[in-house]
């Protein structure tokens, strides 16, 4: 049977074997997952069979700048613990200098890399950090960006990565400014640069709950359009960084302050680790005592 990519994914995910392994070992078992994950474990490839299905939301961000380079990363592990460890700290760094340096277009494109252009993939030096470590570690995102000489990055961690955002100012070299829009962003949490950026028809959906909020307050039918457009950017306020008032100075927009410094926001890029993902419920004091009634 032909063996689908998202067949592989799933081999990969529940033995954290390599790509083409997973697929030769789909290809030997005719496609059957368990006879799959059997062949991988007879070969010994299935180094993190046992972590696989363990849930990887903790993690930290992380972030790499080489000159004109710039990249931002999310790698997540099972429990808080292990981003203190010296060994997933390297992971980080050589992570971030890996995408600096080669520039990968996805995750996947990078896990088959050499890390740094020679040696071992990226996925066995991850797994071999992962048998050093012993909990499930994975590489969920990352982004790159590129400026000029005539502009700046600005990088901030939170929390020690637990957010970390990264921006880019064109127009101006001051890095410290380019830092205070990442620390706005890492507070506020803004999904778009401007109002321009939003798509109309996320524009319309909001304009038309507006409207029916209004009629529904029993305001007349004359004035309600003004009081949406009114509302409207209240809504921007909320959702775009340069409509923000900024977290360092309430009484000046973000827009002003860029202005001011004679720049424009290009773009930025902000993780908060684990966002989206399913997380481990427990309540670690019952853990505790659960262990010391055994």
């Known amino acids: 049977m032909a063996i689908t990519a998202k067949m592989v994914k799933e081999l990969r995910e529940k033995t954290g074997a390599g790509m083409m392994d997973c697929k030769k070992a789909l290809q030997e078992t005719d496609g059957d997952l368990d006879k799959a994950i059997d062949f991988l474990r ?22 790499e700048v080489a000159g004109n380079t710039a990249a931002l990363l999310e790698v997540n592990c099972e429990t808080d613990f292990v981003t203190k460890n010296d060994t997933f700290k390297q992971l980080l760094s050589e992570l971030g200098k890996h995408i600096v340096n080669l520039k990968p277009a996805t995750v996947e494109e990078m896990l088959q890399q050499k890390l740094h252009g020679d040696g071992d993939t990226v996925e066995s030096y991850i797994n071999s950090v992962v048998a050093k470590i ?18 700046s990055f600005g990088a901030y961690l939170h929390m020690g990565g637990r957010i970390g955002v990264l921006t880019l100012l064109e127009g101006t070299t001051d890095e410290e400014a380019a830092k205070d829009i990442a620390m706005h962003a ?7 640069v401007s109002r321009d950026e939003v798509a109309e028809d996320e524009v319309n959906r ?3 709950v507006l409207t029916t909020q209004a009629l529904n307050e029993g305001k007349p039918e004359k004035i309600v359009a003004k009081m949406v457009e009114g509302r409207l950017g209240k809504f921007f306020e909320e959702i775009c960084l340069l409509e923000q008032n900024f977290v360092k100075d309430p009484d000046q927009k973000v827009k002003k302050y860029v202005a001011d410094k004679g720049a424009a926001v290009k773009t930025f890029v902000r993780y908060e680790v684990g966002e989206g993902m399913e997380k481990r419920e427990e309540n670690f004091a019952e853990e505790v005592m659960s262990q010391i009634k055994k």
Request: charged share 40%; proline share 2%; hydrophobic share 35%.
């Open 186 to 192: 890492a507070a506020v949490n803004p999904r778009y």
């Open 42 to 63: 007879e070969k010994g490839m299935a180094k993190a069979a046992k972590k696989a299905d363990r849930i990887a939301a903790e993690g930290s961000t992380y972030i």
């Open 134 to 151: 012993g909990e499930k570690i994975s590489l969920r995102r990352f982004a790159v960006l590129s400026k000029t000489d005539n502009d």
């Open 206 to 208: 909001e304009r038309e």
